[in-house]
T-cell receptor
Framework: SQTIHQWPATLVQPVGSPLSLECTVEGTSNPNLYWYRQAAGRGLQLLFYSVGIGQISSEVPQNLSASRPQDRQFILSSKKLLLSDSGFYLC????????????FGQGTRLTVV | AQRVTQPEKLLSVFKGAPVELKCNYSYSGSPELFWYVQYSRQRLQLLLRHISRESIKGFTADLNKGETSFHLKKPFAQEEDSAMYYCALSGGGSNYKLTFGKGTLLTVNP
């Protein structure tokens, strides 16, 4: 069976510090990978998605970046965090077939102080 | 561009009443449409997809291409239906970008 792991579950970081959130998928190969930010009143905002190693599509210009160094690993990063980066971040994966279901991780609550 | 609009942030109904959660979309091609649900303290999960034309937990959704809508309906709401509901769109084919609406928080009162 397939599983998705996302960590850490919670994170408190000072303004200006770097960020690295990691997401890994097990039990499948060549998945689509997604990073979303979930905020009250804003729903699920797509930040980045990837259809293969090294292929990143950025949806919202901002202080964050994403990388996919391995087939089933997706990393969300920042060199210098801003207060506005606080939020709940969700990783998801799906198969590369039509009408496919996306499976979500449990999320990371990031608080920038 | 692909966009999903859920006009209602909050929806409150009584148990046994019908419920309809609205979803409109914008996409130039033939989209794939989904409803996802997030119950309290649980992961976001798929509820249903338009291609399946299925009823899940009593919910149905019909794709209306003329009105570009994919509203979610249930004839008799239950308290356990209380959750956050998201409508989502994928471009189909090799377009795997998955876009969500802002969500509707459904509360079913006893």
């Amino acid at each position: 069976s397939q599983t998705i792991h996302q960590w850490p579950a919670t994170l408190v970081q000072p303004v200006g510090s770097p960020l690295s959130l990691e997401c890994t998928v097990e039990g499948t190969s060549n998945p689509n990978l997604y990073w979303y930010r979930q905020a009250a009143g804003r729903g699920l905002q797509l930040l980045f998605y990837s259809v293969g190693i090294g292929q990143i599509s950025s949806e919202v210009p901002q202080n964050l970046s994403a990388s996919r160094p391995q087939d089933r690993q997706f990393i969300l990063s920042s060199k210098k965090l801003l207060l506005s980066d606080s939020g709940f971040y969700l990783c998801a994966w799906s198969r590369q077939v039509v009408n496919t279901e996306a499976f979500f991780g449990q999320g990371t609550r990031l608080t920038v102080v | 561009a692909q966009r999903v609009t859920q006009p209602e942030k909050l929806l409150s109904v009584f148990k046994g009443a019908p419920v309809e959660l609205k979803c409109n979309y914008s996409y130039s091609g033939s989209p794939e449409l989904f409803w996802y649900v997030q119950y309290s303290r649980q992961r976001l999960q798929l509820l249903l997809r338009h291609i399946s034309r299925e009823s899940i937990k009593g919910f149905t959704a019909d794709l209306n291409k003329g009105e570009t809508s994919f509203h979610l309906k249930k004839p008799f709401a239950q308290e356990e239906d209380s959750a956050m509901y998201y409508c989502a769109l994928s471009g189909g084919g090799s377009n795997y970008k998955l876009t969500f609406g802002k969500g509707t928080l459904l509360t079913v009162n006893p």
